[in-house]
């Protein structure tokens, strides 16, 4: 089955800095990878999805990239604000299929 | 559109009780899933079905949980008997192909 690995576990960076976040995937088939973001006590919520056919795709400050070739892809956000301060759950999954997530990582922005 | 609708949104039971946790998905997505969140597990993949009939139950923990879809607008979730280990939130999710959303989630503390 598919393997998702995600890095790094917790991220801290200063508020106007960029964070990165990177995921590998093992199933060669999977061409579905969303990103989701959990506030403290909420829902996980999708931010931002790419599919296979597509290489890059960027809404305002949070961009995604995606290496078929080499099975991995990354999540980009620039200019950080507090409120970006949440832990993020990368995904991967075959067509029509359940999703396998990544294990997190808790992003902290300080002021 | 209300999104996908978790009953209780809060659970406090004691050891021994049976739990029924509900879930509405969004209407015209074909596929729902049951997850478990704990600190220590992560986000974790009970179950899911397409089109009401169940696909993996792989992540079902033991013949204490089971789960339902008897139609296209409804699934529960059921601990029989319930253990403080299964305290945790408990999201159900739905999806067209593509695109999968999260409930609110219930927080089920077991005493």
């Known amino acids: 089955g598919e393997n998702v690995e995600q890095h790094p576990s917790t991220l801290s960076v200063q508020e106007g800095d960029s964070a990165v976040i990177k995921c590998t995937y093992s199933d060669s088939a999977s061409n579905y990878f969303p990103w989701y973001k959990q506030e403290l006590g909420k829902r996980p919520q999708l931010i931002i999805d790419?599919?296979?056919?597509?290489g890059e795709k960027k809404d305002q400050r949070i961009a995604v990239t995606l290496n078929k070739t080499a099975k991995h892809f990354s999540l980009h956000i620039t200019e950080t604000q507090p409120e970006d301060s949440a832990v993020y759950f990368c995904?991967?999954?075959?067509?029509?299929?359940?999703?396998?997530f990544g294990t997190g990582t808790r992003l902290q922005v300080t002021l | 559109d209300a999104g996908v609708i978790q009953s209780p949104r809060h659970e406090v039971t004691e050891m021994g009780q049976e739990v029924t946790l509900r879930c509405k998905p969004i209407?015209?997505?074909?596929?729902l899933f049951w997850y478990r969140q704990t600190m220590m597990r992560g986000l974790e993949l009970l179950i899911y079905?397409?089109?009401?009939?169940?696909?993996?139950d792989s992540g079902m923990p033991e013949d204490r949980f089971s789960a339902k879809m008897p139609n296209a607008s409804f699934s529960t979730l059921k601990i029989q008997p319930s253990e403080p280990r299964d305290s945790a939130v408990y999201f159900c999710?739905?999806?067209?192909?593509?695109?999968?959303?999260f409930g609110p989630g219930t927080r089920l503390t077991v005493l």
């Open positions: 790419i599919r296979s056919n597509v």
């Open positions: 079905f397409n089109n009401n009939v169940p696909i993996d």
């Open positions: 995904a991967a999954s075959r067509p029509a299929s359940k999703l396998t």
């Open positions: 209407s015209g997505h074909n596929s």
């Open positions: 999710a739905s999806s067209a192909p593509g695109e999968q959303y």
